[in-house]
Every structure is written in C-alpha cells, then in structure tokens.
C-alpha cells in the first residue's frame, strides 16, 4: 500500500497568508495526487485533482504542484472561508489512500 | 445538480449487520464507478470500495475485505453497501462519492472523488 505523509498536521495563520501544504508518498505516484478541503461536519469536497487540476468553482488563490513523491498545496491568499482541514490522496493505485490531514486554524 | 444522498446508517451491535443506501441524482449513475469512504469520530478518510459501472468489479480495503459487499441498482441510481460482522473500528461517518478515473491497472482503478454525499454516522457498539 501507497503511504501518504501530510506536514504539518496543524498550522495557524492569518488572513491574507501564503499557506503551503506538503505531501509525501511512500512510492512514485506520478502526478495522481488529488487535494480536498473538509468544515467540520460537513463532507469533503474536492479541490485539485491529478496534481494542479483546479476543480470547477474552486478559486483560483488554491494551486497544487509536484510530481513523483512529494506535493503541495498553496493557498496564496488565505481567506476566512478557507480554515478547514486538508487532505492529500493519491489516485494511483488501490488501495486509494489518503494523507493524515492538515488543519489551518486561525491565528 | 449532482446530488448524492446516503442512508441506513445507526446504531448496531458488534457482529450486527447494517445496509447502507445511497440515491444519486443529477448525472448518468450507470456510466460512473461509485465508491465508499468512512471516516472515524475525530480521524481521517478511509477508502472502502469501489465498484465499477455495471457492477462487474468490485474492489476494498482489506480491513472489510470479506465482510463488507458494495453493490448498485442502474435502474433505480442506487449505491448500497451491505455491511456485515461489524466491529468496534468500523465505527464511523460513511460517504458515497462518485469515482472519477485515474490510473487503472489490471482493471482495477484509482481516482478521485466528486461529489460525495453528506455522510450517513454508523456506530458499532453494545
């Protein structure tokens, strides 16, 4: 099984911050690496896939990047909408993995 | 809109059997691979299976490998997931998500999920 590594697993940050989240596979995924925002008590929803794949409706301040074993997510403007957890997951293989989570908080 | 709808969720013993609903609308249901996913009070996402779009393939984790079966109806756009020999660790929110493809081997296919449905909590416990 393909291991993802998200760091860190919490961070605080302030409106208008850069926030950059990183993800690590256990082994090449290629570019098949997809990121998703989830509130509390709500679903995910996805907002990148296959590494910088904007989702439709997802603002363009979310970037992905990367490729092999190690990914980011950039928020580059932190809005107050966007604290929430993240998560990383690989779509190469299964079983589909994900990573452990970053919460944003608010600092 | 794309809407999925999850169900069946509820408190059951441990060993207890449970039946998981999930009513798509809004797309051709019967053209996507569909999926389950769970999530642990307070933990991270956990994949459960897949199945392919005529229900021909059907793919899980290990942990519910022989216990949990995934299954569709194409003409009423429902998702299920029969869920049997429960334990304790299979405590948790259940989400259906429609699959969209990425690298497929052998048949079997990884992707991403889009949308997903709002969770249905189920709780192993006596």
């Known amino acids: 099984d393909i291991q993802m590594t998200q760091s860190p697993s919490s961070l605080s940050a302030s409106v208008g911050d850069r926030v950059i989240i990183t993800c690590r596979a256990s082994?090449?995924?290629?570019?098949?690496l997809d990121w998703y925002q989830q509130k509390p008590g709500k679903a995910p929803k996805l907002l990148i896939y296959?590494?910088?794949n904007l989702q439709s409706g997802v603002p363009s301040r979310f970037s992905g990047s990367g490729s092999g074993t190690e990914f980011t997510l950039t928020i580059s403007s932190l809005q107050p909408e966007d604290f929430a957890t993240y998560y990383c997951?690989?779509?190469?293989?299964?079983?589909?993995?994900f990573g452990g989570g970053t919460k944003v908080e608010i600092k | 809109e794309v809407q999925l709808v999850e169900s069946g969720g509820g408190l059951v013993q441990p060993g207890g059997s449970l039946r998981l609903s999930c009513a798509a609308s809004?797309?051709?249901?019967?053209?996507?691979?569909m999926s389950w996913v769970r999530q642990a009070p307070g933990k991270g996402l956990e994949w459960v299976a897949n199945?392919?779009?005529?229900?021909?393939?059907?793919y899980y984790v290990d942990s519910v490998q022989g216990r949990f079966t995934i299954s569709r109806d194409n003409v009423k756009n429902l998702l299920f997931l029969q869920m049997n020999s429960l334990r304790a660790e299979d405590t948790a929110v259940y989400y259906c998500?429609?699959?969209?493809?990425?690298?497929?081997?052998?048949?079997?296919?990884?992707?991403?999920?889009?949308?997903w449905g709002q969770g249905t909590l189920v709780t192993v416990s006596s």
């Open positions: 998500a429609r699959l969209r493809l990425g690298y497929c081997v052998s048949g079997s296919c990884s992707g991403w999920f889009d949308p």
């Open positions: 809004g797309f051709t249901f019967s053209t996507y691979w």
């Open positions: 199945i392919k779009e005529d229900g021909s393939g059907k």
């Open positions: 082994q090449s995924i290629s570019s098949y």
């Open positions: 296959v590494t910088s």
């Open positions: 997951q690989q779509c190469y293989s299964t079983p589909i993995t």
